[in-house]
């Protein structure tokens, strides 16, 4: 199986809000973006389908040219061509090139809202009555179906990506999961080059943290370049997909701009690894993954 091939750099959405979205996109596009990552969950489909169809209605940019990445919600997993369809609608399209199971947990749907968990004692329920390799055979019939391209994971552990490996008809295109210096995840990378997965680093710049790193600072003085330019430099160095996430124009050029960096100043950057994660469902589910 080969890799698929995926623009080195995307665009996530998360967070960003509907005005952000009409200027950003258009801008991003026009220094070169051709991939955006977005969510169910990040609740700003909309706005997003709205900015695109705008780009394609002037011929500014053709749906073909861009590749474009959603998420199945945890609260999603027992209605996966419902849930893809209706994201779909959102953000007015006819396909995602990639489409993603977010975190490995399937949760109840609270009453009062679909998107999100049913709690008990503030912690969520889980659904006993779906397993992972159950939601991966309905992704691939979102393949099958022509809804999206390729399928693949977020957030999954080895013992995840294993469960689905040894039931798939379609592999794993893609493990979207947070990787920057602090947390560079060298086995679950090692683990998905034998298998031909494409691992994207979300969070590169370590949630900002890494910004003021005095290691990142030096690297970047001796190259000629920014903080954020060395820490993207580093994932894409690794030949992973880098994700960065801003509203800010002149960050989005910035962010497009790639280093070389040497081995002596890769190493400098892995000695920084604590295991340091910014983004943990325990915070939010009281649930343990990691």
């Known amino acids: 199986m080969a890799r698929l091939s995926i623009p080195r750099i995307g665009l996530g959405l998360y967070q960003m809000t509907a005005e952000q979205m009409e200027e950003v996109i258009p801008k991003a596009i026009d220094l070169g973006y051709r991939h955006f990552d977005g969510a169910a ?144 995840q060298r086995q679950m990378v090692e683990s998905c080059n034998r298998h031909e997965i494409q691992v994207e680093a979300y969070a590169p710049l370590g949630g900002g943290k890494l910004i003021t790193n005095p290691i990142v600072q030096k690297v970047a003085a001796e190259i000629g370049a920014t903080p954020s330019q060395v820490l993207i430099s580093f994932a894409l160095q690794r030949n992973l997909v880098a994700l960065v996430k801003t509203s800010k124009i002149d960050r989005l050029c910035e962010n497009m701009r790639v280093f070389e960096l040497s081995d002596a100043q890769m190493t400098r950057l892995y000695s920084l690894e604590t295991g340091e994660r910014f983004f943990d469902p325990q915070s939010w589910y009281g649930l343990k993954l990691f």
């Open 41 to 184: 969950i990040y609740e700003n489909q909309a706005a997003m389908g709205l900015a695109l169809q705008k780009l394609f209605e002037t011929g500014k940019i053709k749906r073909s040219d861009l590749f474009i990445t959603d998420k199945l919600w945890d609260t999603q997993h027992s209605c996966v061509e419902a849930a893809c369809r209706e994201s779909l609608n959102n953000c007015r399209l006819d396909y995602f090139d990639l489409y993603l199971i977010h975190w490995p947990f399937s949760v109840v749907p609270s009453k009062m809202n679909p998107m999100t968990a049913e709690r008990v004692n503030g912690v969520a329920v889980i659904d006993g009555n779906v397993t992972l390799s159950g939601v991966w055979r309905d992704m691939e019939k979102l393949v099958d179906l022509g809804l999206v391209r390729h399928i693949g994971v977020s957030n999954f552990l080895q013992s995840h990506l294993e469960e689905i490996l040894q039931v798939a008809r379609i592999k794993p295109a893609v493990q979207q999961i947070e990787i920057h210096p602090l947390l560079p």
